[in-house]
């Protein structure tokens, strides 16, 4: 009997070159080699030019911290070596991944580094190159080696038409980093007008933490190097990085309007520089003066008290983005507080953190902020709340995503938390406690699955809660990969 499997399923042969093409885009390196191995179809799709714009090279050290009292070279794949020699005249979006300690970059590997260095023309370049160092690193030893930096610095000495830069991290150490990336970057005249840069930003949608006290430019530093790049539009730095004397500095006539202002709040009340800093309500006008169209996002990392971040979150400045990492807690009071201040401006609000019940608050902050049509809170959340915040935006919700196991069914409760023996009608004692244990899997399933079809008609999309971690990204249900969602 002949057999129906070939016959079974969609035919993905007639897909469309451009279609693989973008699938195959959606794949790390060694995913996209082996993918194109299977037929010659996807082999030619391969090898289309296009798929190598942009690009993400990953060069992997150790992850141990305690390796850095060894020597650790960085390692990349055979095949990696391959696809450079042979694409990296194509590529225009890089970003080259140092990741973890090492002490030494291999000489075959460094050859590779600094011939893409000479043969891309660049339009963008992110550079992760180990970790941010803290105080603490300067004491271990196992540094990466001036020479292997200066291979790495190639790419900016080398840069002809780079239109943005993002740097994630590198090692400053003084005996090492001399001179620095931003002296390399501001000797390159081909790159002065630069228009995006970001430094040490951490992307909140793959990153939960980063590194406490780091060692980090300093404001004068900064001031410094935005002097020389005056047609920066988009602009990503930490709070310890910036001082009025900054944020005048982007208010000078003569410079490109700045567009965005993307803000990281690291707190350390052990750290002057990582404490509470205000930036004067006059140099904020005087910004918006000079750029009148400007957003800008606050991102939070670690624990404030609420009397900092009302010190931080002024009024005046027009803020689009709020974000709350996993550890740094968000209050009720924080969030009527942003509700209050940013009901005009405000669009998009991420709670990543896990404690409190804001319900309310999240309720009001929704109705308020018209513009909000992106949300996300990972904390506990009542299931009649997601539904009436759903109804809300309806079809506009852009961004709307709650964490499965912290949904409540329960009706809630109006006793106090704090009370640890309740008392029955029939005059029975019982621990709340145990009242408010979680709910089963059996129990908790059908009503999650009735949560989702009712929440998936509302916003006429397919809506489902998250099961881990909160990243976010472009489309109502985050919970299926970019690569599936071309099939479904």
Request: net charge negative; proline share 5%; hydrophobic share 40%.
């Amino acid at each position: 009997m002949e057999s129906s499997d070939a016959t079974d399923g969609p035919d993905f042969s007639t897909l469309p070159d451009v279609s693989w093409v973008h699938i195959l885009s959606l794949l790390p390196l060694h995913d996209r080699a082996n993918v194109a191995l299977t037929c010659h179809a996807l082999n030619d799709a391969f090898n289309h030019p296009s798929l190598w714009h942009t690009v993400e090279v990953s060069l992997y050290g150790d992850e141990c911290r305690g390796s850095r009292y060894s020597k650790t070279e960085l390692v990349l794949p055979d095949n990696y070596l391959a696809m450079i020699r042979r694409f990296g005249a194509y590529f225009q979006d890089l970003s080259l991944l140092l990741i973890g300690y090492f002490t030494s970059i291999p000489p075959d590997i460094k050859e590779v580094i600094l011939e893409l260095s000479k043969r891309c023309r660049l339009s963008n370049l992110t550079l992760q190159v180990g970790v941010i160092i803290s105080k603490l690193d300067l004491y271990q030893v196992g540094k990466p080696q001036r020479i292997d930096l200066d291979a790495v610095l190639s790419f900016i000495e080398n840069a002809v038409r780079l239109h943005g830069f993002t740097l994630k991290s590198w090692p400053a150490y003084s005996d090492v980093m001399c001179p620095d990336i931003l002296e390399t970057m501001r000797k390159n005249q081909k790159i002065k007008n630069l228009e995006y840069l970001s430094l040490f930003w951490e992307d909140f949608k793959t990153s939960t933490w980063t590194t406490m006290n780091a060692l980090l430019p300093t404001p004068y530093k900064m001031i410094e190097t935005l002097e020389h790049f005056n047609r920066v539009q988009y602009l990503s730095l930490r709070l310890c990085m910036i001082n009025d004397a900054l944020i005048l500095e982007l208010s000078k006539p003569g410079r490109a309007s700045l567009k965005i202002f993307k803000i990281m709040v690291t707190y350390s009340p052990h750290s002057p520089e990582f404490q509470k800093l205000e930036i004067k309500t006059s140099s904020w006008e005087a910004l918006l003066k000079s750029s009148p169209e400007l957003d800008v996002h606050f991102n939070f990392v670690t624990r404030m008290k609420y009397i900092d971040k009302a010190a931080i979150l002024k009024p005046d400045i027009p803020v689009v983005v709020v974000s709350f990492m996993k550890y740094a807690k968000c209050t009720p009071q924080d969030m009527s507080s942003i509700t209050d201040k940013y009901a005009k401006t405000l669009r998009k609000f991420f709670n990543y953190s896990n404690e409190g019940v804001c319900d309310e608050e999240l309720v009001e902050l929704v109705d308020k902020c018209k513009h909000v049509n992106d949300l996300v809170h990972n904390g506990e959340i009542h299931h009649e709340t997601i539904k009436r915040l759903a109804r809300a935006r309806g079809k506009e919700w852009h961004c709307f995503q709650f964490k499965k196991e912290n949904i409540s069914f329960r009706t809630p409760s109006t006793e106090d938390e704090n009370i640890i023996i309740g008392k029955r009608p029939s005059g029975e004692l019982y621990m709340t406690q145990m009242e408010r244990k979680p709910q089963s899997d059996e129990v908790r399933d059908p009503l999650l699955q009735q949560l989702a079809a009712e929440v998936s008609e509302v916003i006429g999309q397919k809506w489902v809660p998250v099961e881990n971690e909160i990243t976010t990204d472009d489309s109502v249900n985050s919970g299926r990969a970019a690569a599936q969602a071309l099939f479904d």
